[in-house]
Nanobody, 121 residues
């Protein structure tokens, strides 16, 4: 089984930075698109950033210019560099990925368990 594990969340003051990591592990044939979502209390889960296997990226308007998604294919890991953090960035951040496993002929969409990011004043 393939698993996604997020790390790097924590408490940071407004204007500060954090880097989140999402590592895929298991019997992996390929990791295709990878995405970061977030969900704040009382709000729907929203797409923050996405990156394709070829490195093409897109971002939610609310984070453009502040967040950067990247990936290291050799490590099956995606990153979300978050700079100039604002109070409204407070949320649980979830990794999501399209993964093909060894021994299968179909793609799975997987979620990590989430990591809390809290921005304080």
């Amino acid at each position: 089984q393939v698993q996604l594990v997020e790390s790097g969340g924590g408490l940071v003051q407004a204007g500060g930075s954090l880097r989140l990591s999402c590592a895929a592990s298991g019997s992996i044939f390929s990791v295709n698109a990878m995405r970061w979502y977030r969900q704040a209390p009382g709000k729907q889960r929203e797409l923050v950033a996405a990156i394709t296997s070829g490195g093409r990226t897109n971002y939610a308007d609310s984070v453009k210019g502040r967040f950067t998604i990247s990936r290291d294919n050799a490590k099956n890991t995606a990153y979300l560099q978050m700079d100039s953090l604002k109070l409204e960035d407070t949320a649980v951040y979830y990794c999501n990925a399209d993964v093909s496993s060894l021994g299968t002929d179909y793609q799975q969409n997987l979620w990590g368990q989430g990591t809390q990011v809290t921005v304080s004043s």
